[in-house]
């Protein structure tokens, strides 16, 4: 039984805030959102336009992060949690991958960002940046929390998550503020459902005939 559902709750909660206020200041202004306009451009100029190498680096990390990778992955974790009988993580895996994904799919069209390359009214948040949040935080948190190598899963997802968002602007499909809520979202989704399963088992072991 997780021992810190409280705190991973905490954390969600927390992650999800972040989320919701560049959520607000997006919607008050799509084209030009206060507080972030200016950031969103200076980044666009700082990475516009990319060496040929971190332009092939960024599209093949826009290939990994599609559906057509992303799903078979989730869903051989699922599996793997399956034959292991470990229901608790099986239902906290699920979990997030829904609430991030029914999120995400929420956002797009409400605040129908219009992406930077003016491709598509779709930039916010990213779903790149979501779902390779939530893959790689929900990852390490199935790593036993005394794992000496723990350290090293969290360093290895954070990585992943920085080259992941920092890809889909470097493709000038994002602005800066979209992968970072993308990534704020993605994690507070993968945090929050392994709290709320421990939550709910907590309860039923309190509630139980000699809990």
Known sequence: MRARPRRELAIAAALLLATAVLTVLVALDRSAPPLLDGLDRWWRGLVLPPPAWLEAASRALR????????????IAVALWLLVKHRRADLAAWLLAWAAADLLTFGLKPTVARMRPDLSHASSFPSGHAKTAAQVAVGLVLLVPARARWRPVAWALALAWIVAMAVSR?????????????????????????LGAVGAVRRARHESSPGG
Request: proline letters at 3%.
């Open 63 to 74: 290939t990994l992060g599609t559906g057509a990778v992303m799903v078979p992955l989730r």
């Open 169 to 193: 602007t470097v493709l000038d499909e994002h602005w800066l503020s979209d992968v970072v809520a993308g990534s704020l979202l993605g994690a507070a989704c993968a945090v929050g459902a």
